[in-house]
């Protein structure tokens, strides 16, 4: 594909309710990464998955944040008994290191409000 | 932990070279310098990266002094279309993502 993309672009839920937000990275990218923006703040790490290696949920905020990644292909993270507190933008990334240089290549991120 | 820090805000007038300094005290060894800007509503976009000296690509420079412990992202000429938020990052990919940390980045304002 031409580069990260992530569906829903919007999402509004009422508290309470599960919420699952998609990426998909660009192919062949081994590194896959979740960030969330809150309004007017920086990029706060989420997640971050390697090839089959274990994932590296040291950013999750809490154990209703979860996400699965197949392969080296499609992720989704998932938030239960969303709050209010959750709404942000979040933003999905992909990388492969090339030898000199690891980009994060982002997505155009999902808008979630919770009502 | 190797943490940034950056000037919040910075105005410039059109035309004019800007340098955001980003400070990182902790750099370690393997780490590289990336420098990352986000427009509104857009997810951040990879400007440079580098280790040390200089490195220069047709967007930017990034100057490193020997002791790491600082960079200076310089944007020559800017335009209005340059107002943007530019976040420096400091981290080693292959050690994973603990190390990764964005920051508020610094907002910069170009002025007509």
């Known amino acids: 594909g031409a580069g990260v993309s992530q569906s829903p672009s919007n999402k509004v839920t009422e508290k309470g309710k599960d919420v699952e937000l998609r990426c998909d990275p660009i192919?062949?990218?081994?590194?896959l990464y979740w960030y969330r923006q809150r309004l007017g703040q920086g990029l706060e790490f989420l997640i971050y998955?390697?090839?089959?290696?274990?994932?590296?949920k040291s950013g999750l905020p809490s154990d209703r944040f979860s996400a699965e990644r197949t392969g080296e292909s499609v992720s989704t993270l998932t938030i239960q008994r969303t709050q209010q507190e959750d709404s942000a933008v979040y933003l999905c990334?992909?990388?492969?290191?090339?030898?000199?240089?690891?980009?994060?290549?982002f997505g155009p991120g999902t808008r979630l409000t919770v009502t | 932990l190797a943490k940034t820090t950056q000037p919040i805000s910075m105005d410039s007038y059109e035309g004019q070279e800007v340098n955001i300094t980003c400070s990182h005290n902790n750099i370690a060894t393997n780490d590289y310098i990336t420098w990352y800007q986000q427009f509104p509503s857009q997810g951040p976009r990879f400007i440079i990266q580098g280790y040390k000296t200089k490195v220069t690509n047709e967007v930017a420079s990034l100057f490193i002094p020997a002791d790491r412990k600082s960079s200076t992202l310089s944007l020559p000429r800017v335009s209005l279309s340059d107002t943007a938020v530019y976040y420096c990052?400091?981290?080693?990919?292959?050690?994973?993502?603990?190390?990764?940390?964005f920051g508020t980045g610094t907002r910069l304002t170009v002025i007509p």
């Open positions: 192919s062949g990218h081994t590194a």
């Open positions: 998955f390697q090839g089959n290696s274990a994932p590296d």
């Open positions: 990052l400091v981290g080693d990919m292959r050690g994973g993502a603990n190390n990764l940390f």
């Open positions: 990334a992909s990388s492969s290191y090339t030898g000199t240089s690891y980009e994060q290549y």
